[in-house]
């Protein structure tokens, strides 16, 4: 059983920063591929950020020099610094990952069960 638990997110006002994290719980060999979407109301989820086991990282054109995905694998964790929020970043963040439960399986994908970030003044 795998487990990927977001936390990080709330209200905060245009310009500011928040740090979202996930942390993967249960029977883990590694982490592959980790990925951060968002769900804004009444839109479709989108692919904010990504970030390989090599720890390569990409993003959306929308967050591309304001938000950062990292990781810490000896932890299970991935992050995504949020700077210079705007508005239209409000949504909710969930976190996705390619698990290896056992030695010599391929990866699993499981989500997370999302945290709000709003952007308000």
């Known amino acids: 059983q795998v487990q990927l638990v977001e936390s990080g997110g709330g209200l905060v006002q245009p310009g500011e920063s928040l740090r979202l994290s996930c942390e993967a719980a249960?029977?883990?060999?590694?982490?592959?591929?980790m990925y951060w979407y968002r769900q804004a109301p009444g839109k479709q989820r989108e692919l904010v950020a990504a970030?390989?086991?090599?720890?390569?990282?990409t993003y959306a054109t929308s967050v591309k020099g304001r938000f950062t995905i990292s990781r810490d694998n000896a932890k299970n964790t991935v992050y995504l610094q949020m700077n210079s929020l705007k508005p239209v970043d409000t949504a909710v963040y969930y976190c996705?990952?390619?698990?290896?439960?056992?030695?010599?399986?391929?990866?699993?994908?499981?989500w997370g069960q999302g945290t709000q970030v709003t952007v308000s003044s």
């Open positions: 996705n990952g390619a698990v290896v439960v056992r030695l010599g399986s391929v990866p699993q994908s499981y």
């Open positions: 249960g029977t883990i060999v590694n982490l592959a591929a």
């Open positions: 970030i390989t086991s090599g720890e390569r990282a």
